[in-house]
């Protein structure tokens, strides 16, 4: 494999809806090229946060690109769980999650339906990946890393109670959303959190089936309505 060169990193001090926000940003600011963007991953969350208390469960939570977009709505946060594989991105999790003042249970391991140190792909360059299935081979990716994943019955009493109040779930695995979603089933039949999900390719069928298994209705987070062409993330809603 060709392994491309991993980006430089920061951490930068920006500003959503006057709340000061720490975070990772790459050196050549390829991705902040604009506060839009800042505004864009801010308003595309926050319309489906619980309108009271948040328990928020982050799965592939990378460098806390995604809890930074929390900032301005932490008055109403009562616990922030997260999951991150990759030791590199996990300490930058750490990191902004001090920064931000953001009290979280961080967890250095993947969910899966099984325990041990298992085959990931990885982009070096975009500094993301997931395990290594037929999902996500059906993409290019540069290098393969090992990390350690759990299932739920290896899951500790304590992170199972911290998890148990979740009512909004983030997953981006890369492929292997729906896959960590069934390991927390428990809760998603007990609490119908709001979810998150990434819409990786050939996972179509795996979100039809869940969303019929559990009851969850899918919006496309910028239209507000159901998706009528591909799009990068999605909303699943409980039915009620």
Not at 47 to 73: M, Q, T, W
Not at 152 to 166: G, I, Q, V, Y
Not at 167 to 195: C, R, W, Y
Request: aromatic share 12%.
């Amino acid at each position: 494999m060709v392994r491309n060169k991993m980006k430089n990193q920061s951490l930068k001090e920006f500003y959503i809806m006057g709340c000061k926000v720490f975070q990772f940003m790459d050196e050549d600011g390829s991705y902040f090229e604009s506060r839009n963007q800042l505004y864009y991953d801010y308003l595309l969350l926050t319309p489906f946060l619980p309108k009271g208390d948040i328990h928020y469960v982050d799965i592939g939570a990378r460098n806390g690109d995604s809890i930074r977009e929390l900032v301005p709505s932490k008055d109403r946060i009562k616990s922030i769980v997260c999951f991150e594989p990759n030791p590199e991105e996990f300490k930058k999790l750490e990191i902004v999650s001090k920064k931000n003042g953001l009290e979280s249970s961080l967890n250095q391991f993947a969910i899966s339906k099984e325990s041990g140190t298992l085959d990931f792909v990885w982009d070096e360059k975009e500094r993301n990946g997931g395990l290594k299935n037929e999902i996500s081979l059906s993409q290019t990716w540069d290098s393969e890393k090992k990390f350690k994943c759990l299932c739920w019955e290896d899951f500790s009493d304590d992170l199972k109670m911290k998890l148990s109040k979740a009512n909004f779930i983030k997953v981006d695995t890369e492929g292997s959303d729906i896959e960590a979603l069934m390991q927390l089933n428990e809760i998603i039949k007990k609490n119908h959190p709001t979810i998150m999900t990434e819409w990786f390719p050939n996972t179509e069928e795996k979100i039809k089936e869940f969303c019929n298994e559990f009851s969850y209705s899918v919006v496309d987070p910028e239209t507000r309505k159901a998706p009528t062409k591909w799009c990068h993330n999605l909303i699943l809603i409980p039915v009620k």
